[in-house]
């Protein structure tokens, strides 16, 4: 903890290059992107675990401050996105380390050169949701504190737990034996090379997400009547009662070429951005929290949500029958008169 207050007092002293910024800034993006990441997978499992859940849920993404939040979410994905693709590339290329504050110039310029458009194209759904509705703006505290509250109460007690299951292991002696050196060993340097590789694979990935989700349409048409959802072939969605979940159904259950595109996208995704992330916070906490109880205490909780999100969020994607394929296998049944899927729901 010292050594966190240390950093900050530090970083605001240090006049340093525009490298320190470019850290800073670095490490800010990525954990604002994870925070918001565990979030968005529980919340996106609830369309196949608890559809009322998931109707509310987007219904919360809709209020403005969820809109602001929106805006420093696709920020912070765009700066930690161009930053990190520059520490990639100046890894492996040491000739250029000379330029290392020029890069980090250009990577801020892309940015703000990438954002204007984006912000632009984002503002104009927000725009257009607003006039549709006229006087119906409203701040929707109540709807964020319900969205949230659940996570910082999971939080707390997954932290909790963290820490009972850390003291109680601090009382084997053989698990409070003088720590191997992490540094230099295989898996570490293993997970130096995961990092910059899952990262330039993440790239396509988050912006074609990203594209989709805010370019293409805004969060806004995630619940709207009658719309098609991005890249689908499965019509608009006509649900009135659960748009947002239809959404999601019609999206996961949509194939090309025999493929649910959408499903194999998302588990890309899911499984790239959660490893990358997560290894990413046990970087900071490990530079940060040197307790050995609070630090071991960390990293089960750390470890523990990885395995949870992983498993909830894979879980989503794979386990709802989709709704298409059940309907075209039993008009099949209905054709030939036998019933080919006992399972159709
Ligand atoms: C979009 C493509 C991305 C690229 C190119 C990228 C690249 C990188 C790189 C190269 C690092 C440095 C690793 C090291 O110091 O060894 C890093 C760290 C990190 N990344 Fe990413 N990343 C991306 C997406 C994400 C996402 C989506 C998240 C959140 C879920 C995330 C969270 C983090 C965190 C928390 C760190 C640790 C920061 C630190 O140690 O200061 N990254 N990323
Ligand atoms: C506010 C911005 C975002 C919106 C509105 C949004 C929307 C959605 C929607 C509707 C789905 C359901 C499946 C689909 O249609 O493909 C989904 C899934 C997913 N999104 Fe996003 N997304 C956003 C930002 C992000 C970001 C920044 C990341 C990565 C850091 C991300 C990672 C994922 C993952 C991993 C899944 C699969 C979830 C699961 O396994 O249950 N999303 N997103």
């Known amino acids: 903890m010292t050594s966190l207050v240390l950093t900050i007092t530090e970083t605001l002293r240090y006049r340093g290059e525009i490298g320190k910024w470019a850290w800073v800034l670095h490490r800010v993006s990525g954990s604002g992107t994870f925070v918001f990441l565990i979030m968005h997978v529980i919340d996106t499992s609830w369309a196949t675990f608890y559809p009322e859940l998931y109707a509310k849920a987007i219904d919360a993404y809709k209020t403005p401050l969820f809109t602001a939040g929106e805006f420093v979410l696709v920020a912070c994905v765009i700066y930690h996105a161009l930053n990190g693709l520059r520490i990639t590339l100046l890894d492996y290329r040491p000739q250029w380390w000379r330029r290392q504050a020029d890069t980090a110039k250009l990577v801020l310029l892309g940015t703000l050169v990438l954002l204007v458009p984006v912000f632009l194209v984002m503002a104009g ?10 006087g119906a703006f409203d701040l929707g505290l109540d709807k964020m504190v319900e969205a949230t509250a659940p996570f910082a109460i999971g939080t707390v007690i997954v932290l909790g737990l963290g820490l009972v299951v850390s003291a109680g292991a601090s009382l084997i002696p053989s698990l409070n034996a003088p720590r191997k050196r992490l540094k230099g060993s295989k898996m570490e340097t293993f997970l130096w090379s995961f990092m910059r590789i899952s990262g330039v694979l993440i ?11 805010h370019l293409i349409q805004g969060v ?3 619940s709207r009547v009658g719309h098609v959802p991005v890249f689908t072939n499965l019509g608009p969605n006509m649900d009135d009662t659960l748009t947002a979940v239809n959404f999601v159904r019609l999206r996961w259950d949509t194939m090309l070429a025999g493929v649910y595109i959408w499903r194999v996208y998302d588990i890309l995704l899911l499984f790239l951005v959660v490893l990358h992330g997560f290894n990413g916070v046990r970087y900071i906490i490990n530079d940060y929290i040197h307790n050995r109880v609070v630090n071991r205490a960390l990293h089960l909780a750390l470890f523990g949500t990885m395995i949870g999100v992983l498993l909830v969020g894979a879980l989503a994607i794979l386990q709802s029958v989709p709704a298409t394929t059940a309907e075209m296998l039993s008009q099949t049944s209905r054709t030939i008169g036998v019933d080919v899927n006992p399972f159709v729901r």
């Open 125 to 134: 759904h927000v725009v257009n949701y607003y006039n549709e509705r006229a």
């Open 220 to 222: 806004f048409d995630l």
């Open 203 to 213: 790239i396509p990935l988050v912006f074609g997400h990203l594209a989709m989700m």
